[in-house]
């Protein structure tokens, strides 16, 4: 059985740091995706990034940055020069390959970003 | 750019009642899925749908919930009889053939009181 553990519950920075979100996962399955996304206080659920498990190349898109590392099992998400409007709630989720292809989210860290 | 659709936003049901949740998915995707969370708790996977049937469900997908696909567009999550622990917020996704990222709609406060 899959499963994402998001052991911070919630982080609180001052604006300009820089925050890193821990993801560890566990899966059987030799073939699957991490997805990380972004759940702001409107509620909505917005994607992020999914990456492949065959392909650990770490990504940088702007701000944001995933590092994934298998040997460890963790995906993990770093925030530079945080803002205000980061603050939300992100998850990290998995999903194995198949048809179905269902997504197992973790519970979620909570980012509260103050100037 | 195209967005998952959700209606109602909010539906106040009476317990034991029967509701209907609406989702409209992005035209070209194949794969629909209903998640729910519950206030202050993580997203939970409900049902998934694929060639017009079921794919997985989960435990939580028991005898009182249904889905459906009524036309070329719609995708709908319907609850017999209500409970109060029904209560929570319902994500319809959907995703294209080829990729694995999921796109949520904004999603439907189910309240039963």
């Known amino acids: 059985a899959q499963k994402v553990t998001q052991a911070q519950t919630e982080i609180s920075v001052v604006e300009k740091e820089d925050v890193t979100l821990d993801c560890v996962y566990e899966t059987r399955d030799t073939t699957y995706y991490l997805f990380w996304y972004k759940q702001p206080p409107s509620g909505e659920l917005v994607f992020l990034i999914r990456?492949?498990?065959?392909?650990?190349q770490n990504e940088i898109s702007g701000r944001y940055s995933w590092n994934f590392q298998k040997s460890t099992s963790s995906f993990n998400f770093t925030i530079t020069a945080s803002q205000v409007v980061d603050s939300a709630v992100y998850f990290c989720?998995?999903?194995?390959?198949?048809?179905?292809?269902?997504?197992?989210f973790g519970t979620g860290t909570r980012l509260q970003v103050t100037l | 750019e195209p967005e998952v659709t959700q209606t109602p936003s909010h539906q106040v049901t009476q317990m034991g009642q029967e509701v209907i949740l609406r989702c409209v998915p992005i035209?070209?995707?194949?794969?629909f899925y209903w998640y729910r969370q519950i206030l202050g708790q993580k997203v939970e996977f409900l049902v998934s749908?694929?060639?017009?049937?079921?794919?997985?469900k989960s435990e939580i997908f028991d005898d009182q919930f249904s889905v459906e696909r009524p036309d070329g567009s719609n995708f709908t999550l319907k609850i017999r009889s209500t409970k109060l622990e029904d209560s929570a917020m319902y994500f319809c996704a959907s995703r294209r053939d080829g990729a694995y990222e999921q796109y949520f709609g904004p999603g439907t406060r189910l309240t039963v009181t």
């Open positions: 749908f694929y060639n017009n049937e079921i794919s997985e």
């Open positions: 035209s070209n995707h194949l794969y």
């Open positions: 990456r492949n498990s065959f392909d650990e």
């Open positions: 989720a998995l999903s194995e390959a198949g048809t179905a292809s269902k997504l197992t």
